[in-house]
């Protein structure tokens, strides 16, 4: 059989597919057709007024992937997300694949263990997931090699991904004209999301910068990839000549008058457990806890 052509290791392929309902961008990562492939950051549908979930966003994931003969390696998340539901376990069902997230997830569930009141046997290990991927390991994607790097600020566990010439950021920074994540969820910090962000904005400059999320302002298309030179020059928090403190006071001032996400209560719950459901009660429903005046 003639295989085909792989792209350049050091420059992947990358296919983000767009959730409009919760503004997410999920990726598959890979080679070309028949290669080894990576699923980043996917989501599970869920509708906040009935409580119902869907696969909607999951099974468009699914068609790319049988639909360019890829192998799923990886099921990666760059961390736990307020904003939305991981699919994971649907992925997984139908593609194998190993789920993997960084190591410092355990410090996030030992804090909303508490703010949940999650049952006894909830560990707090994150033996949930197959992988805890630690600082600077290396792990393959079929001949893909990508490598961790711990970004933490928005929270203490984010966690990019750097694959040969491309960075998934997760949720450190968002296009230039959009900026950086906010700091005020439980464990988070500006002054440790400035020098996440530096860190990346180390890189060279022209590494491809491909985002979680957009928020476009004014009308502009949906857009999440970006390069180094570019946040460097245009990012609207962080561009360079942007001082420390000068972040830390945008950072905070503007986090004091944000809304909580919509889905944070919901997605935090099942994140932290590999997007597993909570467990069923005695009559085969399983139920997401609302702590009253916690958050």
Excluded at 83 to 94: C, E, G, I, M, R
Excluded at 125 to 152: M, N, R, T, W
Excluded at 213 to 218: K, L, S, T, V
Aim: charged content about 20%.
């Amino acid at each position: 059989m003639i295989q085909p052509t792989p792209h350049p290791l050091s420059q992947p392929h990358v296919h983000g597919i767009f959730d409009k309902a919760t503004w997410t961008v999920t990726y598959v990562v890979h080679q070309g057709k028949g290669t080894t492939c990576a699923i980043i950051d996917s989501v599970l549908d869920y509708d906040p007024k009935s409580g119902r979930t869907g696969t909607e966003s999951a099974d468009r994931v699914i068609d790319y992937i049988k639909s360019n003969r890829l192998n799923v390696a990886w099921i990666l998340e760059t961390h736990a997300h307020a904003d939305h539901l991981s699919a994971a376990p649907y992925l997984k069902q139908n593609l194998g694949g190993k789920t993997a997230i960084g190591n410092h997830i355990t410090h996030v569930q030992d804090v909303f263990k508490g703010i949940f009141n999650l049952e006894a046997s909830f560990k707090t290990d994150g033996s949930q997931f197959d992988h805890l991927l630690a600082d600077e390991e290396v792990f393959q994607i079929g001949d893909l090699q990508g490598k961790v790097l711990y970004v933490p600020g928005h929270t203490p566990a984010c966690v990019a991904y750097e694959i040969g010439d491309t960075v998934f950021v997760g949720d450190t920074m968002f296009m230039p004209d959009v900026g950086t994540a906010r700091c005020d969820f439980p464990g988070g910090d500006a002054k440790t999301l400035y020098a996440s962000v530096r860190k990346l904005l180390s890189l060279p400059p022209q590494t491809r910068l491909f985002m979680c999320h957009d928020y476009p302002p004014n009308q502009r298309e949906v857009a999440f990839e970006t390069t180094v030179a570019e946040q460097r020059e245009k990012n609207i928090h962080v561009h360079d000549g942007i001082a420390e403190a000068q972040f830390v006071e945008m950072r905070t001032t503007r986090d004091a008058t944000l809304e909580m996400p919509v889905l944070i209560l919901p997605a935090v719950q099942i994140n932290i457990r590999a997007g597993e459901l909570p467990p069923k009660e005695s009559n085969g429903v399983a139920y997401v806890k609302i702590p009253l005046n916690a958050l």
